[in-house]
């Protein structure tokens, strides 16, 4: 029995899963956003998303941030979520490319979060768009989803 258990530790304590290069590659996953936009066929066009990493996140959070106030004074900041959430959206899409100079000129606006809520006006739309693209981040795995995933 001892012998199992020394086994079972010795894949625990192996690193050479977390080495550089070894980790799957982030692959670019289409999803059907909305029903509106279709091809020349009349098919629905799925949007293609592409996880991103670490520090981009942490850039966008901190891009995200707003000040609170107590009266008149600031006291602090918190992440806006609503905002830090579209901006991984945008980040995250690859197709469309909302920060493309050529969408920000049509709905006449610099900001791509407001080129995707014009694009995506129908509240549904948006809404399932944000919350792929968080997925697709990692962001609503839950302890269990992991565990499922290991066991298989």
């Known amino acids: 029995m001892t012998n199992q258990n020394e ?14 290069g070894v980790a799957k590659a982030v692959e670019v996953e289409e999803w059907p956003i909305s029903k509106r936009f279709v ?3 009349g098919k629905v066009i799925p949007f ?5 990493t670490t520090e981009r996140i942490d850039e ?6 707003k000040p609170v ?10 992440v806006d979520t609503a905002r830090f ?3 991984v959206a945008i980040e995250s899409t690859i197709y469309p490319n909302f920060k493309a100079a050529e969408l920000r000129k049509a709905y006449k606006t610099e900001d ?3 080129v995707a809520k014009q694009v995506l006006h129908i509240g549904g739309e948006y809404a399932n768009w944000v919350a792929k693209a968080v997925e697709i981040n990692g962001f609503d795995d839950t302890p269990e989803d992991l565990e ?3 066991k298989n």
């Open 7 to 20: 086994n079972v530790e010795e894949v625990a304590m192996d690193l050479s899963f977390f080495m550089p």
């Open 39 to 41: 091809d020349k066929k």
């Open 48 to 52: 293609k998303f592409k996880a991103i």
């Open 60 to 65: 966008l959070e901190k891009e995200s941030m």
């Open 69 to 78: 106030y107590q009266g008149k004074k600031k006291v602090g900041e918190t």
């Open 85 to 87: 959430y579209a901006k």
């Open 112 to 114: 791509p979060v407001e």
């Open 148 to 150: 499922e995933a290991a």
